[in-house]
């Protein structure tokens, strides 16, 4: 009997920095960098957010429970619905991406304290 490797349940679909992240106040954070579907059900469940650097340079990635961004139509941008510090103080990477695993997005999902909301993987 042979042991296969466990299915990634989440699918990455990148947006490639065009969607522009805003805080409650109307700053500028970032963009959306990707969006982490649940493959099973369809639901996004995060978004990567990129901020800061200069020409692709020294950029920082955030996954962010989807549930805490806003969608503002009228200026086709979404809006962090927590404080910047929180967001900045977050799990995050420069250059190497974590595994987006259960651990992971546990992780994630205990940080923001969204644990009550369905973002398990399974």
């Known amino acids: 009997m042979s042991q296969t490797e466990p299915t990634q349940l989440l699918l ?10 805003r805080s409650r106040d109307g700053d500028k ?30 950029r920082a990635y955030y996954p962010l429970p989807f549930s805490l961004l806003q969608f503002d139509p009228v200026n086709d941008t979404y809006i962090v619905t927590i404080d ?4 900045e103080g977050g ?14 997005a546990d992780r994630v999902s205990k940080y923001y304290d969204v644990a009550g909301e369905d973002l398990s993987l399974g």
Not at 29 to 54: D, E, P
């Open 91 to 104: 799990p995050s990477w420069a250059a190497n991406p974590p595994e987006f695993d259960q651990a992971y």
């Open 84 to 87: 910047r510090r929180v967001l």
């Open 12 to 21: 990455q679909s990148n947006k490639t920095d065009t969607m522009q992240v």
């Open 29 to 58: 954070i970032g963009s959306v960098y990707a969006m982490m579907v649940n493959k099973r059900t369809g639901h996004t469940l995060y978004a990567v957010l990129t901020i800061g650097g200069f020409l692709g340079m020294g």
